[in-house]
């Protein structure tokens, strides 16, 4: 029971990571005033360009970072549509969406021989365990806590951001601009460099997911391997109030909900495999029907912004 137990906590940590780190990503850009819808496809191109440079290079901190560089790029083109032209920050994410599992098949087919599927990073060469071999093999703590980096990772940037956002001028700025960026601007603020900023981050952010996706729970990069995480940690985002805090939990619940399909899955209970696939994503649109109306996000979020307009 305990073990069971243990598999389910190991299981939703680990599926969790890939959204915390989006989801921060969303929580960063939002309230700075940007709606990034677009973390889909930043996830995607960076799944392929951890998978990518892990592979070739064999070293996964460098394909980590290339990872969130790769989100930050597509990052930056919505920066440019949304904050600089004023483009609608909706239109934009979704072209967002289309743009990066575009270029990641086509950066797939032109590194592996045509391929849409990565060769396999050598388990050696994935994001380490920093606590492998430190408790008793399978016991409900090897379970829980022998994770990859990546999960201790996220969840001290969930702390880091929080204290970023609320403890510090940078932070104060970025909510003043999301909140009422034309008094912002009275104050010398400059609304323009605050929502690159933001924005770029959350694609590195995004970028992040999707290696912590690539080169750790998985060793390779699929079309399919990012399906959804994107939109779930946005509900994630939603439902924790564009908070770092209430990101992290509800990302855990949808982290959980993975955990327990495979649990099921791996169990003699007769369910089907497709009804049990679809969990997680019923639990998603279960919580934005239930919540969206009551989260009330910063008041100036996916509004463009012009200096000198009234």
Same mark, same amino acid.
């Given at each position: ?6 598999? $389910?906590?190991?299981?939703?940590? @680990? ?25 889909? =496809? @930043?996830?995607?191109? =960076? ?14 901190? &460098? /394909? ?16 440019? /549509? ?6 609608? !920050?909706?239109?934009?994410? $979704?072209?967002?969406?289309? *743009? ?36 008793? +093999?399978?016991?409900?703590?090897? &379970?829980?806590?022998? +994770? ?57 952010? /995004? ?21 959804? +995480?994107?939109?779930? /940690? &946005? ?9 770092? !805090? ?11 909900? !993975?955990?327990?399909?495979?649990? &099921? ?8 495999? !497709?009804?049990?696939? @679809? *969990? ?31």
């Amino acid at each position: 029971m305990l073990d069971n137990i243990g598999f $389910i906590l190991g299981t939703t940590l @680990m599926y969790a990571t890939p959204l915390i780190f989006a989801a921060l990503g969303g929580v960063i850009s939002e309230n700075s005033g940007v709606v990034n819808i677009g973390l889909e =496809g @930043m996830m995607t191109l =960076g799944a392929l360009m951890g998978a990518t440079v892990g592979y070739f290079t064999g070293n996964p901190w &460098l /394909a980590l970072l290339c990872a969130g560089l790769a989100g930050g790029f597509l990052a930056l083109l919505h920066a440019i /549509a949304s904050v600089t032209f004023g483009a609608d !920050q909706i239109v934009s994410g $979704i072209a967002i969406n289309f *743009l990066g599992p575009g270029i990641a098949l086509f950066l797939s087919r032109l590194f592996f021989e045509g391929a849409t599927m990565t060769k396999s990073i050598n388990l050696e060469n994935k994001i380490p365990r920093p606590l492998g071999g430190v408790f008793p +093999q399978n016991s409900f703590f090897d &379970l829980v806590l022998n +994770q990859y980096a990546t999960v201790y990772i996220s969840f001290l940037l969930v702390f880091v951001i929080w204290y970023m956002l609320y403890k510090t001028k940078i932070g104060l700025r970025i909510r003043a601009v999301g909140e009422h960026p034309k008094a912002a601007d009275t104050l010398g603020i400059n609304i323009y460099k605050i929502r690159y900023f933001s924005v770029i981050l959350s694609g590195i952010f /995004a970028g992040f997911g999707g290696a912590a996706m690539s080169i750790a729970v998985v060793s390779n990069f699929r079309p399919t391997l990012i399906s959804g +995480q994107g939109f779930i /940690a &946005l509900a994630a985002m939603i439902f924790g109030k564009w908070k770092p !805090q209430g990101a992290m939990w509800a990302c855990l619940l949808f982290g959980a909900a !993975q955990g327990f399909v495979i649990f &099921l899955g791996g169990t003699a209970i007769a369910i089907s495999s !497709q009804l049990l696939a @679809m *969990l997680p994503y019923i639990i998603t649109l279960v919580i934005l029907i239930s919540f969206v109306g009551k989260s009330v996000g910063p008041a100036a979020s996916g509004d463009p912004y012009e200096k000198g307009e009234r």
